[in-house]
Every structure is written in C-alpha cells, then in structure tokens.
C-alpha cells in the first residue's frame, strides 16, 4: 500500500476533549469484529460483489484495453453518458489523471479525444454539448446499471438519434457501446436488438460501488488510462482492508473514528484534498458516504435516520471560504484531507525585482501549497477540531485505484458499524419512480395519482 492515513488529530491526544480515546478503540473490539465479519466475511457475496471488481484477469484487461485503444484511435470526442454511480467514477479517475485542461490541449499533445461525461438532463447542457462535438466521429459509451434511468435513457435517445440521422444506421450502431447489467433491463435488450456491443455489470456490484468494474474500465481504456496499475493499487488496498487488527486495516479504523464523531453529534464529513485533481474525488466520496450511509432504518427494522452529511472543499481555495467555520463554528464535523507529496509539476516561484511578495521568492508552489495544508491542519488540531490526513506519495493510477478501494472499504465498514443496508437506495429509488409517474410511463398510474394527490397551499407561495 503506497497511501498512508495519520489519524492523530482524531485523537485526545491531538486534539483534546474533543478527541477519541485509545481507550475507546480497543474496548470496541466486538463492535470491530462484527463490522469486519459483515464486509470481510461477505466479500464477493450479494450486494458485496464490488471486492472482487480489481480481480480481473490481465487477459481481460488486455481485450478492454485493445477495444479502448481502436475507440481512441478514430474518435474526436468521447461521451459518456451516466449518472450518480455510473458517472462520478469515470469523472473523478478523469480528473486525478487526465490533463487538468485535457480538452483544450492541441490535439497533438493530446493523445486521446475530448472528453465529456455528461451526468445530468440540463437541456442548454445537452445544447452546449451538441455545439461543440462533432457527432459523425463522436463515440458514445452509455452507462447504466439498471438500464432503467431516465436521465441516461433520455440522452441515449437524442444522441442515437443524431448519429442515425448523421450517419445512417448500420454505421450509427457502431457509435454505441453500452455497460448495463447483463442481461436485464431496457437498454440491454435496445442494445442486444440494435445490436450494439454490451459491457456487462455483475448483478452485487452496485452503482456507487460500481466504478472498477466495466462502469470505469471501459472508459479508463478508451482515454488510455493505465489500468492494470490501477488495478493493482486497487488490490493492494484489499490486502490493507482485509488485515483483521484495526490499528493495521485503514478502512476499518478510519471508518470505525467517524462513527464514533458521528455518534458524538459530529454529522457533517468535509472531504478536503489538497489538488485540483483529486476535486472530484470528493464528489465521488460524497456520494459513496451519503447515499450508502443516509439510511432510515437498521437492519432489524428499527428507525434510525443515520448518516452523516458529507461536504466537498479543495485545498487550498476554500481555506478563504469554508476554514473560518471548521476552526470556529459549531464542533459538528470531520474534516479529512488529502495530501499529494509529489505533485505533477513542480513550479518555482523565481526571484523578482518587484518589490512585492518578497518572502515567496526562491520558493515554489509545491513548497507553499503543502505549507497551506499543513497550517490548516495545525490550526483545526489547535482549534480542537477532528480531522485526519491521506497522504498519496503522488496521483497516478496506483494510488488513485488504492484511494478509491479505500473509499469503498471506509463506507462498506461504516455501514457495518451503524448496522444499515449499506448498499440499497430506497430514497433514490421513490424519486426514480415519482419521475417516471410524472412523464407518463405506464405502470405508474397510481404513483401519479398519489403524486397530484398533494396539497399546494398558495398562501404559502411568495411571488
Ligand atoms: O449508487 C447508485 O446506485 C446510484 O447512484 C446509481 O448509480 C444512479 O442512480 C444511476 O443508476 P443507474 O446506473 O441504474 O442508471
């Protein structure tokens, strides 16, 4: 494992009667034992399949890889349609390891074509898109565990529809390749009839759960993302996660802490690296942590709305944002901070004759970046605030797959600790319906009528 986790100013030691006691950790050990039993001891079984998405054959991946690399050969850009979990993977792995203006760079240096992963139904985004790609050489890969969601079924239809007109078609289907659940769903029986080549998604991996399957493989392959280190750090984060002695299992202590805040009225988890890269990797954790763990009740039934809300921040912008309020406001949160040793590039910041800044001079924006982040975490462990640090030596395919198993494992153990349905969404799933209902799909009668059933009181409308 290449990523190293400081929890110190979680502790009591660091941060004082704010802080968890070593104490409490090691009285918890049948709490420990259960939560580890509940991931470990169900690895690759039910919803739980998502342990063993790294284990793939190279033969596999090499297939993936020579199919990426014919995609990336012909296209000018490459569409991604998705959402939620079947989007904010391929994003997040985009950005960490893409070129931060990876569109806008000469298409020489580029390598790959533009990139656009569309995740919502904004009809001016949709105008936008169609404004700047161009459809006859663009390649769509539409990703959909469910093959059911009305936002990627919607932009599917509109896109298809363009090729055909564009390209006739035979050549149309060619366009098209779709990652859905083999064998179910309405997009996988449009794709087997229309024949388009089908990625298939294992029945227990579920969406947020979902993105070193073929939901992010079959991209990371188009844009010539290296996946087989990816893979390997994903694996090499398994072996960490399945160590059974917490204070070696980063997943299981790191998850095991923020219960306990949580618990200690600690309900909010900012999520806080330390480069633009990793900024959607907070989305990515966002959704994983609030989706699997916003839950209503355990798993006996009994009522216990938990959860804890999680926020993004990236270092160092919003210090001259949010900061303020970690140091000084309310003691509900768990800032976690993702630090990166060796950044891509290193920029000196040079001696000047401007009279101005002199004490950043001879310095580089490697230096003062890391200096940043080191402060803040000073002044929130002063200010006795909880919060830990990741440390990746440097963002590449290892440690992001390393980072993202470990986000996996930290939610999947969380959910253990709390005794919820880590992997089901039934709130998701009454908007998905109520949706359906209010555009008309049959099936969905009644749920309309219970939908206009509701009352609006005007009194209580402004404007
Ligand atoms: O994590 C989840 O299950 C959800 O966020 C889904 O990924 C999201 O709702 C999209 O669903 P689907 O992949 O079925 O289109």
Same mark, same amino acid.
């Given at each position: 494992?290449?990523?190293?986790?400081?929890?110190?100013?979680?502790?009591?030691?660091?941060?004082?009667?704010?802080?968890?006691?070593?104490?409490?950790?090691? #009285?918890?050990?049948?709490?420990?034992?259960?939560?580890?039993?509940?991931?470990?001891?169900?690895?690759?079984?039910?919803?739980?399949?998502?342990?063993?998405?790294?284990?793939?054959?190279?033969?596999?991946?090499?297939?993936?890889?020579?199919?990426?690399?014919?995609?990336?050969?012909?296209? $000018?850009?490459?569409?991604?349609?998705?959402?939620?979990?079947?989007?904010?993977?391929?994003?997040?792995?985009?950005? %960490?390891?893409?070129?931060?203006?990876?569109?806008?760079?000469?298409?020489?240096?580029?390598?790959?074509?533009?990139?656009?992963?569309?995740?919502?139904?904004?009809?001016?985004?949709?105008?936008?898109?169609?404004?700047?790609? &161009?459809?006859?050489?663009?390649?769509?890969?539409?990703?959909? #565990?469910?093959?059911?969601?009305?936002?990627?079924?919607?932009?599917?239809?509109?896109?298809?529809?363009?090729?055909?007109?564009?390209?006739?078609?035979?050549?149309?289907?060619?366009?098209?390749?779709?990652?859905?659940?083999?064998?179910?769903?309405?997009?996988?029986?449009?794709?087997?009839?229309?024949?388009?080549?089908?990625?298939?998604?294992?029945?227990?991996?579920?969406?947020?759960?979902?993105?070193? $399957?073929?939901?992010?493989? @079959?991209?990371?392959?188009?844009?010539?993302?290296? @996946?087989?280190?990816?893979?390997?750090?994903?694996?090499?984060?398994?072996?960490?996660?399945?160590?059974? &002695?917490?204070?070696?299992?980063?997943?299981?202590?790191?998850?095991?802490?923020?219960?306990?805040?949580?618990?200690?009225?600690?309900?909010?988890?900012?999520?806080?690296?330390?480069?633009?890269?990793?900024?959607?990797?907070?989305?990515?954790?966002?959704?994983?942590?609030?989706?699997?763990?916003?839950?209503?009740?355990?798993?006996?039934?009994?009522?216990?709305?938990?959860?804890?809300?999680? %926020?993004?921040?990236?270092?160092?912008?919003?210090?001259?944002?949010?900061?303020?309020?970690?140091?000084?406001?309310?003691?509900?949160?768990?800032?976690?901070?993702?630090?990166?040793?060796?950044?891509?590039?290193?920029?000196?910041?040079?001696?000047?004759?401007? &009279?101005?800044?002199?004490?950043?001079?001879?310095? $580089?924006?490697?230096?003062?970046?890391?200096?940043?982040?080191?402060?803040?975490?000073?002044?929130?462990?002063?200010?006795?605030?909880?919060?830990?640090?990741?440390?990746?030596?440097?963002?590449?395919?290892?440690?992001?797959?390393?980072?993202?198993?470990?986000?996996?494992?930290?939610?999947?153990?969380?959910?253990?600790?709390?005794?919820?349905?880590?992997?089901?969404?039934?709130?998701?799933?009454?908007?998905?319906?109520?949706?359906?209902?209010?555009?008309?799909?049959?099936?969905?009668?009644?749920?309309?009528?219970?939908?206009?059933?509701?009352?609006?009181?005007? %009194?209580?409308?402004?404007?």
């Amino acid at each position: 494992m290449k990523l190293k986790f400081d929890y110190n100013n979680m502790m009591d030691s660091s941060i004082g009667a704010h802080g968890i006691k070593k104490a409490e950790i090691d #009285k918890a050990q049948n709490a420990h034992a259960a939560a580890y039993a509940d991931v470990i001891d169900n690895s690759g079984k039910g919803w739980q399949e998502w342990t063993e998405t790294p284990m793939i054959s190279d033969k596999t991946v090499d297939e993936l890889c020579a199919f990426g690399k014919a995609i990336r050969e012909k296209a $000018s850009s490459f569409v991604v349609l998705g959402i939620g979990g079947s989007a904010l993977g391929p994003i997040c792995v985009f950005n %960490a390891l893409l070129h931060l203006h990876h569109n806008e760079l000469p298409a020489a240096m580029r390598k790959a074509p533009k990139l656009y992963v569309e995740d919502n139904v904004d009809p001016e985004r949709m105008a936008s898109l169609l404004d700047v790609i &161009d459809i006859k050489t663009t390649y769509l890969n539409v990703i959909t #565990k469910s093959g059911e969601t009305s936002e990627t079924l919607s932009q599917f239809i509109i896109l298809y529809n363009l090729l055909k007109k564009e390209l006739g078609e035979a050549a149309a289907k060619e366009h098209i390749f779709v990652t859905t659940t083999d064998g179910k769903g309405s997009l996988y029986n449009v794709a087997k009839k229309e024949g388009f080549k089908i990625f298939g998604i294992p029945a227990g991996v579920g969406g947020r759960f979902s993105v070193l $399957s073929n939901v992010g493989l @079959v991209p990371f392959a188009v844009m010539g993302v290296d @996946v087989k280190s990816m893979l390997a750090g994903a694996r090499s984060m398994r072996e960490a996660c399945e160590r059974k &002695d917490i204070y070696a299992n980063p997943a299981l202590m790191t998850a095991f802490l923020q219960v306990k805040s949580m618990q200690a009225g600690k309900n909010i988890s900012v999520m806080m690296p330390y480069a633009d890269g990793l900024k959607t990797m907070a989305d990515f954790y966002c959704q994983i942590w609030a989706e699997s763990l916003g839950k209503a009740v355990d798993k006996a039934g009994k009522t216990v709305n938990c959860g804890q809300t999680p %926020a993004k921040s990236l270092g160092v912008t919003d210090q001259h944002s949010q900061v303020q309020l970690y140091t000084e406001g309310p003691y509900d949160k768990v800032v976690t901070f993702i630090g990166v040793e060796k950044y891509g590039a290193t920029v000196d910041i040079p001696q000047d004759s401007a &009279d101005v800044g002199n004490f950043l001079k001879g310095h $580089s924006l490697n230096e003062l970046i890391t200096a940043e982040r080191k402060s803040t975490e000073y002044a929130l462990t002063k200010a006795g605030r909880s919060n830990f640090t990741i440390i990746m030596p440097e963002v590449n395919a290892e440690t992001v797959g390393e980072l993202l198993m470990y986000f996996m494992y930290e939610t999947a153990f969380a959910g253990a600790y709390l005794d919820i349905d880590t992997f089901n969404q039934p709130g998701v799933e009454e908007g998905k319906k109520a949706t359906f209902a209010m555009i008309g799909r049959a099936g969905y009668e009644e749920k309309l009528k219970e939908l206009n059933s509701l009352v609006k009181n005007d %009194a209580y409308i402004i404007g």
